[in-house]
C-alpha cells in the first residue's frame, strides 16, 4: 500500500481493523468547500443508524477553490482517503455535489448533488478556457451511464435535455433539502434574529454575493460599509454571506482587511459554511445578486433588491425570472430611501412563481435522496422512519461591537411634551454614507438639528477618540461615586470632549459636563445604549433648554420611543 493510503476502512485489509462490519462503501468526492457542504448537511441524516453502510471521503484538491477542503473535513471528523486511492479501492456508490470531478473508470453508479439551485450559472471550464453550465457532467460520465444529476424540479430536466441530450434519462427528480431546511426554520426565525443581536424593531439587512466579477461584491466591494453608513445604526443591522468560493480564492485575511471599515461599523460577516442559513431566515431585506442565496431569500417570501446580475447567468430559469421580478438597487443612490421603499412595498406572494419554478414537492428532499442512496447502493432502505426535519442551529453573533458614531438629534415639542429623535451612524462609514445618499442627514441645518461625534472609551482609533464631543464609558459602575470618577478620569484624559456618560447597575445614567454639572437620567427602556442617553443630554443641552427637571420622549431610529427623565445633580469638580 502506497504512503498516506488508508487502511481503515477502505484498504486491502480493512475487514481485519474495522468494528462495523458494512456491507456497501459509499465513497463521497470532495473538491471545493460549497460542494463538500452539500453533502456533509444532507448525508447524516440520510444514513443515520445504518452499520451496513461504511463512508469515506476523498479529496479530490484540483479545483482552483480547493482550499479550506481539507479543514472542513477534519473539523466534521470525516475519514479522507487520497484522491489517487479512489483508483484503487472497491465503490458501491460515489457521491458527489461538484460536477467537475474526474472520476477514475469503473462500474459503481455516480450520483451527483447539485451545490446551489438548479443549473442557472456558466462558469470558467478547469479543462479548458470556454465555459460551461454550472452543475452539468462531462460527457464522459454520462456515456458510460454511471451517472445520475440530481434536480430540483422538471423544468431543469428539460433545460437539460434541450442542452445535453445525452442527460437523457440521467436525472432524478430528488428536491432540495437546503430549501426544506429553510422553510422549516422560519418557525424559528425570532431565535435566531435574537441570537445574532436583531433586537425588537431592527430590521436585518442580508447583503448576498456569489463569486466572480460580476457577483455583487465584485462589482461593488464598498456596498457594505455604504449601506451601514447610510442606515441609522439602531434601527438596522447588516450581515454579508459571501459565497465559500470568494473566501477560499481571497482568504480569510484578505476579505477582511477589504471590509475592515465595514467591519467596524457593525458589518455582521457571517461563516462561510452554515452560518448562512439562519442568518438568511432572520432576514428582513436580501440585497443580492444571481446567487444562489439570493433566490432562497426570495423563495422564503423576503423583500429582495437586486444589486447586480451578471450576463453568466442562464435565460430561461427560475433565476432568470427573479431578475425579472425583483427591483434593482441603484448603488449610487440614496440606499436608505431604496431599502425602506422595498420593504414597505413589498408583497409575500411576489416571487411564488419563482419558488414554484425552481423547487418541486417542499418537504419530500431527504427522503427521496434517502431512497435514490439505497437504490443505488443495492440494499433495502431502513426500516425507521424518513429521515426528520432539523432544525437550522441558532448561529453566533458575528459583529464586533461599534465604539464610534456620527449622531443627529433634532429636538422637538409634540402635543405630549418635548421629543428628542437620536438616529446613530458609525463613523467609519459616515463618509460613506453621506457621498452615496444622504441616509437621514438631509436639512441638517434646520432648527436644533445638530450632529456629533460620539466615541466609546473602547475605541481604538485615536483620532476619533480625541475628537469626540461625546463619550461612553464601556463599563456599568457599581454606584454613583464609582460612575463620578470614571467620568472626572474621561474628560481629564481627553480634553476635546465636551461630556461623558457612564451607567449605573441600577439602571440609572449619570452624564458629567466639563463645566462641573452632572445630570442624572432615567431611560424606561431596560438596555438603552449609554450613548443614546447622553446624545438626549447633549441635544437638550444644545437647544437651551432650562437646567430643571425635565420629562421627555427619546425616540431612537424613527422606530421606538422610550420616556427619558433629567434631573440635575449639584455640581462636581470633574476636572481639576
Not at 488508508?6 to 468526492?29: C, E, I, K, M, N
Not at 456515456?143 to 437523457?168: D, N, W
Not at 435574537?194 to 464598498?222: C, E, K
Not at 445604526?233 to 471599515?261: F, T
Amino acid at each position: 500500500m502506497r504512503p498516506g493510503f488508508l487502511r481503515v476502512p477502505v484498504g486491502p485489509d480493512a475487514h481485519r481493523w474495522r468494528t462495523f462490519p458494512a456491507a456497501r462503501t459509499l465513497v463521497v468526492a470532495a473538491r471545493t468547500v460549497t460542494s463538500t457542504v452539500r453533502v456533509l448537511e444532507s448525508l447524516p441524516a440520510v444514513l443515520r443508524d445504518d452499520p451496513r453502510v461504511s463512508v469515506v471521503f476523498a479529496h479530490d484538491p484540483t479545483s482552483a477553490f480547493a482550499d479550506g477542503v481539507p479543514e472542513l473535513l477534519s473539523a466534521a471528523g470525516c475519514r479522507v482517503m487520497p484522491w489517487q486511492q479512489l483508483a484503487d479501492i472497491r465503490a458501491d456508490l460515489i457521491l458527489t455535489a461538484s460536477e467537475n470531478v474526474d472520476i477514475p473508470e469503473g462500474d459503481c453508479p455516480v450520483l451527483v448533488l447539485p451545490h446551489g439551485v438548479g443549473f442557472q450559472k456558466r462558469v470558467p471550464d478547469a479543462r479548458g478556457s470556454h465555459d460551461r453550465l454550472s452543475g452539468l457532467v462531462p460527457d464522459a460520465l454520462l456515456e458510460s451511464g454511471r451517472a445520475f444529476l440530481a434536480v430540483s424540479h422538471p423544468e431543469q430536466e428539460r433545460q437539460l435535455l434541450a442542452a445535453h441530450p445525452k442527460t437523457a434519462g440521467r436525472t432524478l427528480l430528488l428536491g432540495d433539502p437546503c430549501y426544506d431546511e429553510l422553510r422549516t426554520g422560519r418557525a424559528h426565525r425570532d431565535t435566531y434574529r435574537a441570537a445574532l443581536g436583531v433586537s425588537t424593531g431592527q430590521r436585518l439587512v442580508v447583503i448576498s454575493s456569489t463569486w466572480g466579477p460580476t457577483s455583487l461584491l465584485g462589482r461593488h466591494p464598498d456596498l457594505p460599509v455604504r449601506l451601514l453608513g447610510a442606515l441609522p445604526h439602531d434601527a438596522y443591522r447588516v450581515a454579508a454571506v459571501v459565497h465559500p468560493n470568494v473566501w477560499s480564492a481571497h482568504g480569510d485575511w484578505q476579505i477582511r482587511a477589504l471590509q475592515a471599515s465595514a467591519l467596524e461599523a457593525g458589518l455582521m460577516l457571517t461563516a462561510p459554511v452554515h452560518a448562512w442559513r439562519p442568518a438568511l431566515v432572520a432576514a428582513d431585506l436580501v440585497i443580492g445578486d444571481h446567487g444562489s442565496v439570493t433566490l432562497y431569500g426570495a423563495a422564503l417570501g423576503t423583500p429582495v433588491l437586486l444589486g447586480a446580475f451578471g450576463a453568466d447567468a442562464v435565460p430561461d430559469t427560475a433565476a432568470d425570472e427573479l431578475a425579472a421580478a425583483a427591483r434593482r438597487l441603484d448603488p449610487g443612490g440614496d440606499l436608505a430611501a431604496q431599502v425602506e421603499d422595498v420593504v414597505r412595498d413589498h408583497a409575500p406572494e411576489r416571487y411564488e412563481a419563482v419558488a414554484r419554478r425552481a423547487f418541486a414537492g417542499p418537504g419530500q428532499a431527504l427522503a427521496r435522496l434517502r431512497t435514490a442512496v439505497y437504490e443505488l447502493l443495492d440494499l433495502p432502505e431502513p426500516n425507521s422512519g424518513p429521515p426528520p426535519d432539523l432544525l437550522l442551529p441558532a448561529p453566533e453573533p458575528a459583529a464586533a461591537p461599534v465604539t464610534s458614531w456620527t449622531v443627529v438629534t433634532e429636538a422637538d415639542e409634540e402635543a405630549a411634551g418635548p421629543v428628542v429623535a437620536v438616529r446613530r451612524y458609525p463613523a467609519t462609514a459616515h463618509a460613506y454614507g453621506q457621498s452615496h445618499g444622504r441616509g437621514g442627514f438631509e436639512a441638517e441645518d434646520a432648527p436644533y438639528r445638530f450632529a456629533h461625534l460620539a466615541c466609546s472609551d473602547a475605541e481604538r482609533d485615536r483620532r476619533l477618540l480625541e475628537s469626540a464631543s461625546v463619550i461612553e464609558c464601556t463599563d456599568r459602575a457599581g454606584s454613583d461615586a464609582e460612575a463620578l470618577r470614571r467620568i472626572r478620569d474621561t474628560l481629564a484624559r481627553l480634553p476635546g470632549s465636551l461630556l461623558a456618560v457612564c451607567a449605573v447597575r441600577d439602571g440609572r445614567h449619570l452624564v458629567g459636563l466639563r463645566d462641573g454639572r452632572v445630570i442624572e437620567a432615567a431611560v424606561t427602556g431596560p438596555a438603552t445604549p449609554p450613548g443614546l442617553v447622553a446624545a438626549v443630554v447633549y441635544a437638550w443641552l444644545r437647544q437651551g433648554r432650562p437646567r430643571g427637571e425635565a420629562l421627555l420622549t427619546l425616540r431612537i431610529a424613527g422606530v421606538r420611543d422610550e420616556d427619558v427623565v433629567l434631573r440635575p445633580r449639584p455640581a462636581s469638580p470633574l476636572v481639576s
